[in-house]
């Protein structure tokens, strides 16, 4: 049923009203809301000025850079010349030399790479990026694969509407760009059109 239809049916039976929301409201029915929910969570630690949190059984080399608003979770091991800015990296997650990781979800156990580059995304539990490979704007389910060198490019769709009320924390543009979703346990290899869903 539609929702305008249950409406209905309630109103049949007792009196309905609305509420005007008046603050933040984000769908999260599919993939490509859930992950602006993500960045919007991600926005709101830097609003709010959140302290680096780094797990004491966290292990990272001297040469790696890690941002204030930045959470760090047990046993992950980030490799030199690392850089994580404004990022939630799970427990035992590992990040190769010189991986740059901006404003993403790292969830448990997923493996990014030497040279790999992420910026705006989900990368799921037990989720491989490749040497080298680009992952923008995307998200990645359980256990996928972005193969070495591979490019999940990102692109704003200027006819999309999006319904999120984030005031301000994440702008029309980052609402309306897409990069790929990359289905549990499957890999995504060379370079993937803005909007792709690889399920297979």
């Keep these: 049923m539609e929702l305008t239809d249950l409406i209905g049916l309630l109103a049949a039976t007792r009196r309905v009203a609305y509420h005007v929301c008046t603050g933040y409201w984000i769908p999260v029915g599919t993939p490509w809301e859930a992950l602006s929910a993500a960045q919007f969570l991600l926005a709101l630690r830097r609003t709010h000025n959140q302290q680096a949190s780094i797990d004491p059984t966290a292990k990272f080399h001297s040469s790696a850079y890690v941002t204030e608003a ?30 740059v990781i901006e404003r ?11 040279g790999a580059y992420i910026r705006d995304s989900v990368v799921g539990p037990g989720a491989i990026v490749g040497e080298r490979a680009t992952v923008a704007a995307s998200w990645l389910d359980d256990a996928a694969v972005v193969t070495s ?29 897409r990069g790929a979703i990359v289905a549990r346990a499957v890999s995504a290899s060379g370079t993937i059109a803005p909007g792709s869903v690889i399920s297979e």
């Design 149 to 177: 060198g591979s490019k999940l490019e990102a692109a704003v769709f200027a006819d999309l509407r999006p319904v999120a009320v984030t005031h301000d924390q994440l702008s029309p543009a980052q609402l309306s760009t």
């Design 104 to 114: 993403s979800i790292v969830e448990a156990g997923a493996l990014v790479e030497a």
């Design 70 to 99: 930045s959470r760090i979770e047990a046993s992950a091991l980030i490799a030199a010349d690392a850089t994580i800015h404004d990022c939630v990296i799970g427990p035992g997650t590992r990040i190769g030399a010189g991986a």
